[in-house]
T-cell receptor, first 116, second 113 residues
C-alpha cells in the first residue's frame, strides 16, 4: 500500500493570489493524479501528473490555471493560480502503482481551500 | 464516456438498520468498480472493489456485487453502526482509462443511536 500526505491541510487565501499544494507518497508510484471536490459535490479529475513532462489535463482544466509539477516518482505539486471564490474546494492527490485494474488507487487526506 | 450515478443523500438510519446505497454505471471499456468511504475530516479510503462481472466485494460488513446485466454495484450492510456515518462514493475505472477514476456524486449516511 501507499501512504499519501499533503501540505497544507487547509488554507484561506485572498482572491487573485496563488497557492501551491504538495503531495508526497511514501513509495514510488507509477501514476499520480489531482482531483477537485467542490462543496457538496463529487470528485472531478483535474489532471494526470506525468513524471518529467507536462501534465495531462482533463476537459475544463488548463495549465495556466492549475500548473502541476512532478519531478520524481514520489512527489507532485498542484498550484491554483489567480484564485477566485469558485476555486474553494478540497484538492486531493491520488496515486497508484500502475494502470492495470489490479493496482489499487490511494488518496491523500486532501487540502481544504477557501478563497475569500 | 464513463459515468456513475448513485442515490442522493443524506440517508438517515437508526443503529442496526439495513443500509442500501444504489449505484449504476455506464462505461465504454470494461470497468472495475469500487466503493470508497470518506469519514468526516478524512481522505478517501477504499472500502471494497470488484473487477469482473458477478464478483462480490466485501469489507467491514459491507458488500456489493458487480451486476453487468443491470450495470449496477449497490452497496449493502445488514446492521449499521454509528461509526458507519460517512460519505460513500461509488467509482469506476476501465481498462482504457489509464488509471483515471470516475466518481459518483457521493451519498452521505447518518446513523443515529
Amino acid at each position: 500500500s501507499a501512504v499519501i500526505s499533503q501540505k497544507p491541510s487547509r488554507d484561506i487565501c485572498q482572491r487573485g493570489t496563488s497557492l501551491t499544494i504538495q503531495c508526497q507518497v511514501d513509495s514510488q508510484v507509477t501514476m499520480m493524479f489531482w482531483y477537485r471536490q467542490q462543496p457538496g459535490q463529487s470528485l472531478t479529475l483535474i489532471a494526470t501528473a506525468n513524471q518529467g513532462s507536462e501534465a495531462t489535463y482533463e476537459s475544463g482544466f488548463v495549465i495556466d490555471k492549475f500548473p502541476i509539477s512532478r519531478p520524481n516518482l514520489t512527489f507532485s505539486t498542484l498550484t491554483v493560480s489567480n484564485m477566485s471564490p469558485e476555486d474553494s474546494s478540497i484538492y486531493l492527490c491520488s496515486a497508484r502503482g500502475g494502470a492495470g485494474i489490479y493496482n489499487e488507487q490511494f488518496f491523500g487526506p486532501g487540502t481544504r481551500l477557501t478563497v475569500l | 464516456g464513463n459515468s456513475v450515478t448513485q442515490m442522493e443523500g443524506p440517508v438517515t438510519l437508526s443503529e442496526e438498520a439495513f443500509l442500501t446505497i444504489n449505484c449504476t454505471y455506464t462505461a465504454t471499456g470494461y470497468p472495475s468498480l469500487f466503493w470508497y468511504v470518506q469519514y468526516p475530516g478524512e481522505g478517501l479510503q477504499l472500502l471494497l472493489k470488484a473487477t469482473k462481472a458477478d464478483d462480490k466485494g466485501s469489507n467491514k460488513g459491507f458488500e456489493a456485487t458487480y451486476r453487468k446485466e443491470t450495470t449496477s454495484f449497490h452497496l449493502e450492510k445488514g446492521s449499521v453502526q454509528v461509526s458507519d456515518s460517512a460519505v460513500y462514493f461509488c467509482a469506476l475505472t476501465t481498462t482504457d482509462s489509464w488509471g483515471k477514476f470516475q466518481f459518483g456524486a457521493g451519498t452521505q449516511v447518518v446513523v443515529t443511536p
